[in-house]
DNA sequence: GCGTAAT
DNA sequence: ATTACGCAACGCTCA
DNA sequence: TGAGCG
């Protein structure tokens, strides 16, 4: 085996090392680790806003796509001194200090460890018991199109839209959407699931051909899973303007309703930056934006019920 | 990918 | 000096 | 009481 090949690079006023920025990423497209850190260095000033302040999960390829990989919650150790963790005790007193991801140093860093995926939680460090948002996850199970899920989508909006509340739909980059809405300060979990429970409850009635709610993958049939129990302490989401370990390096991307109506487009490592420059950062104004969720769930629960 | 433990 | 290993997990649901 | 689940 070659030698490790090293550079020092200076990233935001930050010197760091990286590591072998030829070894291949993405082998069928011709991407490297290079290109992986690349990504992340030059995409920080839109993703550090839903990052920072957040416990992150990792998903590292230090083999590349395709190779094994692994989830990575607890610090490694070795981290530099400057990229702060966040220590989360459990009942049983087990202790895991999170990553934060607060600067584009850190972002170069984790990118160098491999992690191609990056996970924030729903809630931050300080208010570790209080997401931000709620998150409308749906996964098309086995047998499901992409198409189901835009049908579902579509249909996410006209409930939305019916008790008035605002959510900001991105691609996972994979074959769901994520709906954020969110959520006033001091919101809950339990309330953040019960408000996505009820709008799943919705799309179950308005089509049950192409939704289901069923927890157990055998029992769920070709359909789109609305999957509101991801609104949990200690769940997460693939980040926005993440890469996807999936052939042609497919980004979790912000789209407007409007795309979503027809064909949404494919955004991938290579496209962002024109997509960036032409539409800038549609979850902007996600971060002003606060919303009773609670009162909306009423409202869903009476538009469910009829009254 | 890398720090650490085992050989 | 080289090689091997670990790197998440949690509470809820239904059988 | 345990397996499955993200
Ligand atoms: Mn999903
Ligand atoms: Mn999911």
């Known amino acids: 085996m070659a030698r490790t090949e090293r550079r020092w690079v200076r990233v935001g006023g930050r010197e760091l090392a990286v590591t072998n920025l030829e070894k291949p990423m ?5 991407l490297t680790k290079g290109d ?3 990504h992340y260095v030059s995409v920080a000033p839109y993703l550090l806003p839903y990052l920072r302040g957040r416990p992150v999960v990792l998903t590292r390829y230090p083999h590349g796509v395709g190779g094994k990989w692994f989830y990575q919650k607890d610090a490694p150790q070795g981290l530099p001194d400057w990229i702060p963790t966040w220590a989360d005790r459990a009942e049983d007193g087990r202790v895991i200090r999170y990553l934060r991801i607060e600067e584009p140093a ?14 924030p939680w729903l809630s931050s460090c300080d208010s570790p018991d209080h997401p931000d948002w709620a998150v409308i996850d749906l996964d098309p199970a086995e047998g499901a199109t992409f198409a189901d899920v835009l049908v579902v989508a579509r249909l996410v909006r006209q409930i939305l839209g019916e008790v008035q509340v605002q959510g ?4 996972s980059g994979a074959t769901g959407v994520h709906i954020f809405c969110p959520a006033a300060p001091g919101t809950t979990y339990a309330e953040t699931a019960a408000f996505c429970e009820q709008v799943g409850r919705i799309l179950l ?3 049950p051909e192409k939704v289901t709610l069923e927890r157990a993958v055998a029992r769920r049939g070709p359909k789109v899973y609305v999957d509101y129990l991801q609104n949990r302490r200690g769940q997460t989401i693939t980040s926005v303007y993440g890469l996807r370990p999936l052939p042609g390096a497919p980004v ?15 955004i991938t490592m290579r496209t962002l930056p024109a997509r960036l420059a032409a539409v800038g950062d549609l979850f902007a104004p996600m971060l002003q934006a606060t919303q009773d969720l609670q009162a909306a769930t009423e409202r869903l ?3 469910l019920t009829g009254v």
């Open 106 to 119: 850190a972002l170069a860093y984790v990118a160098n460890l491999g992690a191609i995926e990056l996970h």
């Open 36 to 38: 992986l850190i690349s």
């Open 301 to 303: 629960r009476r538009y």
């Open 168 to 171: 900001f739909p991105k691609l």
């Open 26 to 30: 993405w082998p069928a497209d011709g």
């Open 205 to 207: 009635r308005a089509y």
């Open 252 to 266: 979790s991307a912000p789209v407007t309703w409007e795309e979503l109506e027809g064909e949404p487009p494919r």
